[in-house]
T-cell receptor
């Protein structure tokens, strides 16, 4: 158990819908990272927050947004969903904001868009 | 394309054998990390090697880093069925702003 929690575990929804994925980092970790993992794209970095502020952006679509709250939990919002958004979405956390820090991954949310 | 590229894409061995996976990358790095992922689960950090280190050990794991060739290898000795997983290398590029994961090597260890 990494100490990172993600909810929900599974999500099935229809195209055009909007969903929110939630992540709670390990106690004491200030950084939260979001990743998308699909069969054809591998593990893609989406976005990082550090202590409530956006730190780095990766391959995140404009239809997706995220935020980190004062209690350091984070939410990833996916809107106007398409079939191709079906994937595993992972959250990871680390103590600091450096990308060299070890990241601790949550169990993931499996999103299926029908 | 990915900064880190693992090779081979898949590897199948018998229990007790050694497994070697390689990772190549494109730019200078601060460090390189190896992660393991069991099917459908989150990644688990295995080991970190810094750019000024050439070799590092952790239990049955041995990692080497050759910055002149921009490559790293992960050796798992005396493999076990429980080692069956995907293994990813992740680089922290100098001057970069994000850790970049490779596509992974899928390791199958047959009992």
């Amino acid at each position: 158990d990494s100490g990172v929690t993600q909810t929900p575990k599974h999500l099935i929804t229809a195209t055009g819908q909007r969903v929110t994925l939630r992540c709670s980092p390990r106690s004491g970790d200030l950084s939260v990272y979001w990743y998308q993992q699909s069969l054809d794209q591998g593990l893609q970095f989406l976005i990082q927050y550090y202590n409530g502020e956006e730190r780095a952006k990766g391959n995140i679509l404009e239809r997706f947004s995220a935020q980190q709250f004062p209690d350091l939990h984070s939410e990833l919002n996916l809107s106007s969903l398409e079939l191709g958004d079906s994937a595993l979405y992972f959250c990871a956390s680390s103590v600091g904001g450096s990308f060299g820090d070890t990241q601790y991954f949550g169990p993931g949310t499996r999103l299926t868009v029908l | 394309s990915q900064q880190g590229e693992e090779d081979p894409q898949a590897l199948s061995i018998q229990e007790g054998e050694n497994a070697t996976m390689n990772c190549s990358y494109k730019t200078s790095i601060n460090n390189l990390q190896w992660y393991r992922q069991n099917s459908g689960r989150g990644l688990v950090h295995l080991i970190l090697i810094r750019s000024n280190e050439r070799e590092k050990h952790s239990g049955r794991l041995r990692v080497t880093l050759d910055t002149s060739k921009k490559s790293s290898s992960l050796l798992i000795t005396a493999s076990r069925a429980a080692d069956t997983a995907s293994y990813f290398c992740a680089t922290d590029p100098t001057g970069g702003f994000k850790t970049i994961f490779g596509a992974g090597t899928r390791l199958f260890v047959k009992a």
